[in-house]
DNA sequence: TCCCTCAGTTCGGTAAGTGAACTCAGATGG
DNA sequence: CCATCTGAGTTCACTTACCGAACTGAGGGA
């Protein structure tokens, strides 16, 4: 039987993870932002297998999130760039590069940093609509027009949406 | 073989995936997030097998994102809860599932909204410094104290640090 | 006493991921 | 003009991860 897949399910969570969240992914989208954007430059830089490689950049092809182009007249040379979806990603990645930075501290500090405007800039998760940092103590989910009774809500859907974040 | 582990990549993607981005767990943490946090109902609405489920929740704890708590005098009935590496990764989900309304569009609409302060919240990655909002136009990588040339930066690491975001 | 609930553990089978070797086409070069 | 190199994969045997279903075991309730 495969890894369940998650798409009966009624959660954007689940559908953001089935097509970014597996294995080498989200280090592949990080290298081509980057800059590595070559089958072999991204085996070399990662370490990942030639043939897992194939099926991640096949399937990120398939999902819309990066594109094959090739770079030389004659010969099969591809690069792969980010496509809009992908590009909408890497700021995410970047908030969890800094979630990383500050929870599981690497030895001899951070190995990658951001600026933004020529300032530093640590990527975090603000309100699209005031602009403030974003917490669990002030962050309040409520059902959305596709909220169903099913997978991934199947307990949620049963009971009301009080405000779970801020417990003792 | 096991699946490689990331703990030797000099980068706060890998090691951040390492602790949260196996199957299941951004699932089992946005349910601990909205208050499904007993074994049983945890398996009841994500469907998630008993023995995986097991086995990431004692690895949640293990890495300091969720703790286990007993919330009956008698008997052997606990719940997990978020601890603060947990509470602090959540914004990081809302942006996730955010990306995924705008790119998976689900059919009926978004399962799931947030709002912060009575308002309507789109969580979205924004400057820590300038609080404006982070694209791969403005954000700019630059290499931290503990970069260094070994898995996950061994390309990188030879070339210069442009600023790849904005191709053609 | 029997059944139910909660919280797991055990187990056999399938899919995902691994390294290493191999293919194939187009340069490079002596 | 034949050999080697490089990029971009494919093939394959092997191991681990993940799956569902069944089982265990303690503590209520009727």
Redesign the pocket.
């Known amino acids: 039987?495969?890894?369940?897949d998650y798409s009966d399910f009624a959660c954007s969570v689940a559908r953001s993870v089935e097509v970014m969240g597996?294995?080498?992914t989200p280090l592949i989208l990080r290298d081509l932002y980057l800059g590595v954007d070559?089958?072999?430059?991204l085996?070399t830089d990662l370490?990942?297998?030639?043939?897992?490689?194939?099926?991640?950049?096949?399937g990120l092809v398939e999902d819309g999130l990066i594109r094959?182009e090739a770079?030389?007249?004659?010969?099969?040379?591809?690069?792969?760039r980010l496509e809009p979806a992908g590009h909408d990603l890497i700021p995410v990645l970047a908030a969890l590069s800094a979630w990383g930075d500050r929870w599981c501290t690497p030895q001899g500090g951070p190995p990658l940093l951001f600026e933004h405007d020529g300032h530093e800039c640590v990527p975090t998760v603000a309100c699209s609509t005031c602009a403030h940092p974003v917490t669990t103590d002030t962050l309040v989910p409520v059902p959305g027009p596709g909220a169903r009774a099913v997978r991934g809500t199947a307990v949620v859907a049963s009971r009301p949406l009080s405000h779970p974040g801020a417990g003792p």
């Not at 070559?38 to 430059?41: A, G, K, N, Q």
Request: aromatic share 18%; charged share 30%.
């Open positions: 039987m495969p890894r369940t597996q294995w080498w070559t089958f072999d430059e085996v370490g990942v297998s030639r043939s897992l490689l194939t099926q991640r950049l096949t094959r770079y030389s007249e004659r010969g099969d040379r591809y690069r792969y």
